[in-house]
């Protein structure tokens, strides 16, 4: 059996550099802490885990200390978030992605646009992500985070519209709901989109579907709570049927190679590529029997 790892699937710019970034402070030895998961992979956060990460809540950032190492992941934090550190004398290891780091600019940029001519922002993005989180907490004003086409009521067309997107969204979704926008706008020269989605992660759309039709079967590895993962496992399974979720290689089922002669495998950009190489590993030892 043909077994091929996508070699474009696998952590992004900005996942790598903030591996990295905790792996230097790992290296220093004693604990950080992670404010969230540092990727969303539960697989590599145990592997960093292991080294002495430990990742905490919000709530639980209350109970460092002063000296306690707090890692900012590449999804980023509010302003709130560094105030709160620098009161409690909490060392910040800060590693948002600049993609990330340049969007939340961009969002104080739009709602100092807005605010005079009475706009409103609105982000496409998934309500409750992490990065989603730090860009609404940019101001103080609100930000709209709409997440389809169900949620374009919740905006007022007779006013200035200001679009903007989290960075692993659709492009075609973004550029769906701008022209709903701008079609339902009492005036469409006041609705602004600005595609501020990360190319490196859209980039991998088109990639992704020619990679899953050239194959039986396509095994696509990613962490439960990747927003890029369900994205870009879409796109595998809209080009091959045969397209199978896992998180790591021991939920590989057997049946679903049965007649295959070759097998693709691929991943989100919080995929880390030696996971891909396991999943390759098990399904030759299920092809030797």
Not at 81 to 90: F, L, M, P, S
Not at 100 to 127: S, T, W, Y
């Amino acid at each position: 059996m043909q077994v091929e790892i996508d070699n474009k699937s696998g952590f992004c710019f900005g996942v790598v550099r903030a591996i990295s970034e905790a792996e230097k402070a790992l290296e220093q030895g004693g604990t950080v802490y992670s404010l969230g998961d540092i990727v969303h992979n539960r697989m590599e956060v145990q592997r960093l885990e292991t080294s002495g990460l430990c990742t905490i809540s919000h709530e639980e950032m209350a109970s460092l200390t002063a000296g306690a190492r707090l890692f900012i992941r590449a999804h980023g934090e509010p302003p709130t978030t560094y105030a709160e550190a620098n009161k409690r004398g909490i060392e910040v290891i800060d590693a948002t992605c600049p993609v990330v780091a340049r969007l939340q600019a961009r969002v104080v940029k739009a709602h100092d646009e807005m605010r005079p001519i009475g706009g409103q922002v609105v982000i496409l993005g998934k309500r409750g992500h992490a990065e989603v989180v730090g860009l609404t907490g940019q101001v103080d004003e609100p930000t709209l985070v709409i997440e389809g086409e169900a949620d374009l009521d919740r905006i007022d067309f007779t006013r200035p519209i200001y679009l903007l997107s989290q960075t692993t969204q659709s492009i075609a979704l973004f550029n769906h709901l701008g022209a709903l926008m701008k079609q339902r706008a009492a005036n469409p020269e006041q609705v602004t989109l600005d595609d501020t989605i990360c190319r490196q992660v859209s980039g991998r759309e088109q990639h992704l579907a020619d990679f899953a039709a050239r194959f039986d079967v396509v095994i696509f590895v990613c962490g439960r709570k990747s927003s890029n993962g369900k994205v870009l496992y879409e796109v595998c399974r809209q080009s091959n049927p045969r397209t199978y979720n896992i998180e790591e290689a021991d939920e590989l089922d057997p049946a679903w190679l049965e007649g295959a002669t070759s097998v693709g495998i691929c991943g989100a950009t919080s995929t880390p590529k030696w996971l891909m190489e396991q999943v390759a590993k098990k399904i030759k030892e299920e092809e030797r029997g």
